[in-house]
C-alpha cells in the first residue's frame, strides 16, 4: 500500500525527473518492473546485495523483516549510501533519523551535517498527530498527553481493507431481507447483524476478530508496561522526532475502527500554563501549511473533519479544541489524516527529494 502510495506520489511531483531508479523484488524478481519514465526493466532480486551495493540510494517499504535481513548485511559490505525505510524495524537506533521535515527539518539537516545515512519514516499515527498539533510542542507548551486513537483498517495494508469490505458485505447481504422490509423492526435488525458478526463464516482471518460493526481496542504486541507497541510507540517516536529534551510524556490507548483510510485521534493535553484559547489556535493553524483548523462547529466538524473527508488528501484537520472543566490548563482536540500520505508515503517522498539536493543529485 505504501510502496504503491509512494510511486503515485512521486509521478505526481515529477520526482523521477534525474533519477535512475532500479526496482528490486523478494517474490517476483525478473519480471517486469514499473515504469516510471526509465522505459522497460527488469525487477531485481531483492536478496542481491552486491546490485544493491552499486545503489546511492535504497528506498524501501518492504517491512521490517526486509531490512532487519539486508540492512546489517549490505553494511557489512561496506555499503555507505543512503537508506531510506517506511518500516518501523531501524526507528529507534541511535544512528537513524525519523522523517518529518515540516516539523524536524532542523534536525534532519543536523544529522545529515554529521553523516548520517539512515533514515526512517515514523508511525503513522504518530506523523498525523505531530502534524496537526507540532507546533503546540514546538512552543514548550504540552506538559503532558494522552491520545485515543481511531485507525482505519488500511493501517494493517491491502488484506486487512479487503476483509473489513467483506465483513460488511457478509452484515449487508444477511441483514438484506430486513432492510427492504421497511415494517421490520430495529431490534431484529440488530440481532441479525449480530448474529452474522458472531457467526463461525463471518471473515475475521486477519484482523482476529470482527471490526465491521464493531471495534477493536487492540493493535499490536504487548509491551512490559501492559501498553501495546503501537500505544509505546506514541511517545518514543514523537519525543525523538522534535527532539525534545526533557522528554514530554505521551500514552493512550490505540484502536481500529471501521473506517476504510484515514487515522482519527481525540487527544487530552495538560498544557505548561494557562495559554489563551485564542493563541493556542493561532499555534495550531501556523503549525504546517497543510495543518487545518477546523472551528468548534457542528456542521464544518462533520464536513471536514473525518476519514471521509479527509482520505486521498495532504490536509490533516484539527478540530473540536476547547479547555477542559479540569482546569484551564487542560485543553482536548480532535485531529484526523491519511495515514497513508503523510502517514507513511509523504515523509519518504520529500526525504528522498532533500536528500538529493543534499548530495546535488
Avoid at 533519477?19 to 523478494?26: A, H, I, L, R, W
Avoid at 506538559?143 to 495494508?157: L, N, P, R, V
Avoid at 473540536?320 to 490548563?329: F, N, S, T, Y
Wanted: proline share 6%; hydrophobic share 45%.
Amino acid at each position: 500500500m505504501v510502496g504503491s502510495v509512494l510511486l503515485q506520489r512521486m509521478a505526481a511531483e515529477g520526482d523521477w525527473v534525474g533519477v535512475e531508479p532500479v526496482f528490486f523484488s523478494t517474490s517476483q524478481a525478473g519480471q517486469p518492473a514499473p515504469d516510471v519514465g526509465q522505459g522497460p526493466s527488469i525487477l531485481q532480486d531483492a536478496g542481491d546485495v552486491a546490485a544493491l551495493k552499486g545503489l546511492d540510494i535504497v528506498v524501501t517499504c518492504q517491512g521490517g523483516a526486509w531490512t532487519n535481513e539486508m540492512y546489517p548485511k549490505l553494511r557489512a559490505a561496506g555499503w555507505r549510501g543512503h537508506w531510506l525505510d517506511a518500516a518501523s524495524a531501524l526507528r529507534m537506533a541511535d544512528d537513524a533519523v525519523i522523517v518529518l521535515d515540516p516539523l524536524n527539518r532542523a534536525v534532519m539537516d543536523a544529522a545529515f551535517s554529521a553523516g548520517c545515512t539512515t533514515w526512517v519514516g515514523g508511525n503513522c499515527t504518530v506523523s498525523l498527530m505531530l502534524m496537526g498539533l507540532g507546533g503546540l510542542f514546538q512552543q514548550g507548551w504540552v506538559e503532558w498527553m494522552t491520545s485515543m486513537t481511531y485507525q482505519a483498517a488500511s493501517g494493517g495494508g491491502a488484506k486487512t481493507m479487503r476483509e473489513l469490505v467483506a465483513q460488511m458485505r457478509a452484515i449487508g447481504d444477511d441483514a438484506a431481507r430486513l432492510l427492504d422490509s421497511p415494517a421490520s423492526a430495529a431490534l431484529a435488525l440488530d440481532q441479525q447483524v449480530t448474529d452474522t458478526v458472531r457467526g463461525s463464516a463471518f471473515p475475521t482471518t486477519n484482523f482476529g476478530a470482527p471490526l465491521a460493526a464493531s471495534v477493536l481496542p487492540w493493535i499490536d504486541t504487548l509491551q512490559p508496561d501492559g501498553a501495546t507497541r503501537e500505544e509505546w510507540k506514541g511517545h518514543v517516536e514523537a519525543n525523538k522526532i522534535l527532539g525534545l529534551n526533557p522528554e514530554v510524556p505521551i500514552d493512550g490507548i490505540c484502536v481500529r475502527v471501521g473506517a476504510m483510510r484515514s487515522h482519527a485521534q481525540a487527544l487530552t493535553i495538560k498544557l505548561t500554563r494557562d495559554v489563551p484559547l485564542a493563541d493556542i489556535e493561532a499555534v495550531i493553524a501556523a503549525t504546517t501549511p497543510w495543518t487545518q483548523l477546523v472551528p468548534n462547529d457542528k456542521a464544518v466538524s462533520l464536513a471536514q473533519l473525518t476519514p471521509a473527508a479527509v482520505s486521498g488528501t495532504l490536509t490533516v484537520p484539527v478540530g473540536r479544541v476547547r479547555k477542559l472543566r479540569m482546569g484551564p490548563q487542560f485543553l482536548t482536540a480532535f485531529t484526523v489524516g491519511d495515514q497513508l500520505l503523510w502517514g507513511a508515503a509523504e515523509p519518504m517522498r520529500r526525504t528522498l527529494r532533500i536528500l538529493r539536493e543534499q548530495l546535488g543529485a
